[in-house]
């Protein structure tokens, strides 16, 4: 599969300034930039910076970030499901997992996140992904937040759906160990049935078990 990247932008104000939202930025620019040391919710920051710019460098890898100046205050990462996850024992060309969304403390609540989804589904060419996202309650920042994990869940839900994204039922063992583990997804205008049947297979690898 060609990975088509067609790069978009907006500026808009918040309560700390004005911040540009853009991408996919190419690794040569991202290396170029530096992570906010508040952007450590995976690792420390400049290891993520790090992972970052690697992510940029694949071929399906898109990396979508606020800035102020040259200082990152957010990103949002699509990429290839993670090889240690359910979602890659089958290969789908055109299916790629909304691998991490982040902002710092002080641009929450500013509308930063939905941003960066905007940004990232204004490029055309993601018509053609089948995107999905699992969220675990355990990556949430609940004590950062001071949210509970349905206040939380719900603050998620709200911003995934505002380009969207759906729920979708399976039987993956890690989302079902906690009610509030959710697995959803976009289904791209160009999507096709055989992917949205591989996808349905993964979902239920023991649907037969029962």
Request: proline share 4%; glycine share 6%.
């Amino acid at each position: 599969m060609i990975h088509v990247k067609n790069y978009y932008r907006l500026e808009f104000k918040t309560r700390n300034g004005n911040v540009l939202v853009e991408g996919p930025v190419p690794s040569e620019k991202l290396a170029t930039y530096t992570l906010h040391e508040d952007l450590k919710a995976f690792r420390p920051s400049h290891q993520q910076h790090e992972a970052l710019v690697g992510i940029a460098k694949l071929e399906e890898g898109r990396i979508i970030v606020i800035r102020q100046d040259n200082i990152i205050v957010g990103y949002v990462t699509y990429l290839y499901p993670d090889p240690l996850e359910r979602w890659s024992e089958d290969r789908i060309p055109d299916m790629i997992e909304l691998g991490a969304i982040e902002v710092i403390p002080t641009f929450r609540g500013s509308g930063a996140g939905k941003k960066l989804l905007e940004v990232s589904f204004m490029d055309d060419a993601m018509e053609d992904y089948l995107v999905i996202t699992t969220e675990y309650y355990w990556h949430w920042d609940l004590k950062g937040t001071g949210l509970s994990v349905w206040e939380y869940r719900n603050m998620m839900e709200r911003m995934m759906t505002s380009v969207n994204f759906e729920y979708y039922a399976t039987d993956d063992p890690e989302i079902t160990s906690h009610p509030a583990n959710c697995l959803m997804a976009r289904v791209g205008a160009r999507v096709g049935n055989e992917t949205l049947e591989r996808f349905d297979r993964l979902r239920f690898r023991n649907r037969f078990m029962y």
